[in-house]
């Protein structure tokens, strides 16, 4: 056990020697402040310039962060790029974070040091502490120690600044520690615009290649492609006039010269590419004929209807408040005479739906006849391809009224583009008369898009037996519950040398003509069915993409010019994509696609070690400030006076006692009485010492 009773005359030597030497390097201005010597170079180096370099970090990081700007990174500065496209994003967070927490972990041993200062000089510490208290002063491991020893010796100690803010410093600085590990949690793989790649296409055919004109109907062969695309509006609504004239505008339609897997990476195209100019106008018709119901034969069917009659054009147009154009040019006229089978609807609360081609047999002279159809200028020519759209609500049973023959009525009422004819009880029967105009042609573009592309299909769900035909629709631009940013369109940024000129673009010219009536041979009369769910005997039943998607555009727009429009896209689409296996001819073109790499994609870790550094900050200020106003004689990183300014009456037997003891067994006899000490001047002598804080409080033993 230590035994403290040492001989007074010892003591008395030592406590000469330190007034002494008080004596002789005592100096007024020594107690007043002077940052340099409280805090020392060193110090002060760590404390501005740890200060001063973490937010630069941070501000660093948060460039990172910000630098990919709107969209996929192209209009980001090229710094930013460098990093992202060679994936050092990963290291540059590492980087950062880890000076942070270097500069907060040096900040940390200063400010316990300024922290243990202030406490031994203030609030005064138990006297088994106050060795190791003042040796922290000097040298340290960091904040932990300092706020056990706080929290073990009073609660109530916590409740001031100079510990409360090391608190806040301890569990700041630990929490750096794992900034790296924050940080990253804001990163993920994710699409940036890539670096131009200079390469060749195949684009245009050689002389080589033999073309033969399709002659059969494009309608039955399921679509091959729904692929974005670039789109130069029409800056025209649909909606109908007040004349009831319906008018999509000529929509131009430019589609990628690109395979599917190269298709919903690219974000920047520049080259040549094909595309096509489609319009459609409607307007209510104004028909004569009849309506018949004939023998089935050996259809299941109680009986076939059909509509049979003429188109007036002149009174067509005059109703829509439109000029009368040429109805004949080039070997082809605008036909007049329409044989159309008729549907009925087979379930209750559903339209039969169905579009009918007039007849050709009459109108086309097939030795001067020419595909080119220029909906460009005018929305009706006589190459337009006409469409009698019709739909109704009767079943056969409420049809039945037409007993053989029945006289299409000259009175019906009409619904902007629609002629709407009431017949029989029960049947409503809305026919409208659509003009449409598609023409291919090649351009140079750039087109772009800010993300990657993602192409939809029609959806069948072999449990419900449902379609989804949403995601087609609002490609194509003809679902009024999307937005258009949800379109998935390429922005068109230029076009020019545009030409409709070439062996090409004059076969699918031709091919989709021949797509929709099955040219060369002009049919007689053709209906396509509209709706999976009417009964009745179509000329043509298309793929269910085809039907269903027209059905629901109609459905859901009411514009015949915009389902069809929608139906002869697909068409032209998959028209395009079919014929680019046989193009030969390459071109310079220039694609950009999108890589994937690992960037910030969200800002939550960032704003927690944004917070942690500056509570930090905080921390540092407020524990520097204190130091500085309630401090006298304590100086950070001297090692000297940490341990003179312990010898004093209180502690000397301690000292001298304690030479070969570990520090337990010197606390175990202490804590029977352990008066809290402060470091002061002593009045008797001169000297800064341990003094018990009643006795400086009291003003009996320091100055």
């Avoid at 000076?99 to 200063?110: E, F, G, H």
């Avoid at 509509?307 to 109703?319: C, K, V």
Wanted: net charge neutral; charged share 15%.
């Amino acid at each position: 056990m230590v035994q403290f009773n040492i001989r007074k005359g010892t003591f008395k030597s030592l406590r000469s020697v330190s007034t002494f030497a008080s004596t002789v390097k005592s100096d007024p201005r020594s107690e007043k402040w002077r940052f340099r010597e409280s805090i020392g170079r060193y110090g002060t180096l760590v404390l501005i310039g740890g200060s001063i370099i973490s937010p630069l970090m941070l501000g660093l990081l948060a460039v990172l962060w910000a630098g990919k700007g709107p969209g996929s990174g192209e209009s980001a500065s090229p710094s930013w790029r460098s990093i992202a496209l060679k994936g050092w994003v990963t290291e540059a967070v590492t980087l950062c974070s880890l000076v942070i927490q270097v500069c907060t972990s040096a900040q940390a041993l200063i400010c316990t040091s300024l922290a243990a200062a202030t406490i031994l000089e203030t609030t005064g510490v138990p006297l088994s502490q106050v060795a190791e208290f003042s040796t922290m002063r000097g040298a340290n491991d960091g904040p932990w120690r300092l706020v056990y020893l706080i929290f073990t010796s009073s609660i109530r100690k916590f409740l001031s600044p100079q510990p409360l803010m090391m608190l806040v410093l301890f569990f700041g600085t630990m929490a750096t520690q794992f900034a790296s590990t924050i940080l990253v949690t804001d990163l993920d793989v994710a699409s940036i615009t890539g670096s131009a790649n200079q390469t060749q296409l195949n684009l245009t055919l050689s002389d080589s290649i033999q073309l033969y004109q399709p002659t059969e109907a494009q309608w039955h062969l399921k679509p091959t492609d729904y692929s974005s695309f670039g789109e130069i509006p029409s800056g025209v609504g649909v909606q109908p006039t007040e004349h009831g004239f319906s008018d999509t505008g000529n929509v131009k339609r430019i589609f990628l010269p690109l395979i599917h897997d190269n298709r919903t990476k690219l974000h920047r195209y520049t080259g040549s590419a094909y595309g096509i100019n489609s319009r459609v106008a409607c307007a209510a018709p104004v028909l004569s004929g009849e309506f018949q119901a004939i023998d089935p034969g050996s259809k299941p069917l109680p009986f076939l209807l059909t509509m049979i009659g003429n188109i007036s054009y002149e009174a067509t147009l005059s109703n829509a408040g439109l000029d009368i154009p040429p109805l004949c040019a080039d070997g082809k006229c605008l036909p007049t005479q329409f044989n159309c089978t008729m549907p009925t609807t087979g379930i209750p609360g559903r339209l039969g739906t169905y579009m009918c081609l007039p007849d050709l047999s009459n109108v086309i002279d097939t030795k001067n006849f020419t595909f080119f159809n220029d909906p460009r200028n005018s929305p009706i020519t006589p190459h337009s391809m006409v469409f009698l759209v019709t739909r109704n609500n009767g079943s056969f049973d409420d049809w039945s009224f037409v007993n053989n023959v029945s006289t299409i009525p000259d009175n019906p009422s009409r619904d902007g583009e629609w002629a709407r004819w009431k017949l029989g009880d029960k049947v409503n029967l809305d026919v409208s008369l659509c003009f449409s105009g598609l023409l291919w042609e090649m351009s140079d573009v750039d087109m772009s898009t800010t993300h990657d592309t993602v192409e939809p299909t029609v959806v069948y769900d072999p449990k419900t037996r449902d379609i989804d035909t949403s995601a087609v629709r609002t490609l194509l631009g003809a679902n009024p519950r999307s937005a258009p940013s949800d379109r998935q369109l390429l922005t068109v940024n230029s076009i020019s040398n545009t030409t409709t000129d070439s062996r090409l673009l004059h076969y699918l010219d031709g091919a989709i003509n021949s797509g929709v009536f099955g040219l060369p041979d002009p049919p007689s009369g053709t209906t396509i069915n509209g709706d999976g769910a009417s009964y009745g005997v179509s000329s043509i039943n298309p793929f269910q993409d085809y039907a269903i998607t027209f059905q629901h555009a109609l459905r859901d727009t009411n514009r015949p010019a915009l389902a069809l429009q929608t139906m002869l896209t697909i068409m032209a689409m998959s028209l395009h994509y079919g014929q680019l296996p046989m193009l030969d001819t390459p071109g310079d073109v220039s694609i950009t696609e999108a890589v994937s790499v690992t960037i910030p994609v969200r800002w939550t870790g960032l704003a927690i070690v944004a917070g942690i550094v500056f509570a930090n900050t905080i921390s540092i200020v407020a524990i520097t400030v204190l130091f500085l106003l309630r401090t006298r004689f304590s100086k950070q990183g001297h090692f000297w006076h940490t341990i003179s300014q312990l010898i004093s009456d209180k502690t000397v037997d301690i000292l001298q006692a304690g030479t070969e003891s570990r520090d337990d067994i010197i606390q175990k006899e202490i804590v029977r009485s352990d008066p809290v000490v402060v470091i002061a001047r002593c009045k008797r002598s001169g000297r800064v010492q341990v003094l018990r804080k009643d006795d400086v409080e009291n003003e009996s033993e320091s100055v």
